[in-house]
């Protein structure tokens, strides 16, 4: 069974960084693209990013509005993805949830697998 | 970026009742839709991949259909476990953005 587990969350500081982990289990972590998405309190769900696995170079993208703040990285021999938040801004007050990517016939992308969730407040 | 847009955003209904939620995009995303449910306090769970592919262990009592920028999802007889916020979702390009939601509530 696939198994995604989030932790790091926590109340930060505007200007703060905080990093969250993705623990994942059941399936061959270094195999997938990982994927990070958060949700507002009350709000829809807003994609963050991804990091394609080692097979394809295990390259980035982000929403624009976290480029340059927010950086992805894996470590395949932990099976943990991870979400670096730089200089965090109350807007980034969210759950978020890291998710497995899956590709079928090489180009439809879905995201079948979801952790938990981890609230990040950030706030003064 | 690539806006969705779902309806109705809310949507009262009974149990046993067939419901229709309609996505539409922006911009032509062929069959680029995926589907999700979400229950408060959970994470979301992928019901429809590409348009009309049921994820495993989904019920078939969900459907998914439409390409290109009108899309619907339909459940056909509303059981209790049901209600819910569904939202759809864009993969055809990045950022993959969602619908704003369509909360499922019990008449």
């Known amino acids: 069974e696939v198994q995604l587990v989030e932790s790091g969350g926590g109340l930060v500081k505007p200007g703060r960084s905080l990093r969250l982990s993705c623990t994942a289990s059941g399936f061959t972590f270094g195999d997938d693209a990982m994927s990070w998405f958060r949700q507002a309190p009350g709000k829809g769900l807003e994609w963050v990013g991804f990091?394609?696995?080692?097979?394809?170079?295990?390259?980035?993208e982000y929403a624009a509005s976290m480029k340059g703040r927010f950086t992805i990285s894996r470590d395949d021999s932990k099976s943990i993805a991870y979400l670096q938040m730089n200089s965090l801004k109350t807007e980034d007050t969210a759950v978020y949830y890291c998710?497995?990517?899956?590709?079928?016939?090489?180009?439809?992308?879905?995201?079948?697998?979801w952790g938990q969730g981890t609230l990040v407040t950030v706030s003064s | 970026d690539i806006q969705m847009t779902q309806s109705p955003s809310s949507l009262s209904a009974s149990v046993g009742d067939r419901v229709t939620i309609t996505c539409r995009a922006s911009?032509?995303?062929?069959?680029?839709l995926n589907w999700y449910q979400q229950k408060p306090g959970k994470a979301p769970k992928l019901l429809i991949y590409v348009a009309s592919y049921l994820q495993s262990g989904v019920p078939s009592r969900f459907s998914g259909s439409g390409s290109g920028t009108d899309f619907t999802l339909t459940i056909s007889s509303l059981q209790p476990e049901d209600f819910a916020t569904y939202y759809c979702q864009q993969s055809y390009s990045a950022p993959y953005t969602f619908g704003q939601g369509t909360q499922l509530e019990i008449k």
């Open positions: 998710s497995r990517r899956r590709v079928w016939t090489g180009s439809y992308y879905y995201f079948d697998s």
């Open positions: 911009q032509s995303i062929s069959d680029y």
């Open positions: 990091i394609r696995s080692k097979a394809y170079g295990g390259t980035t």
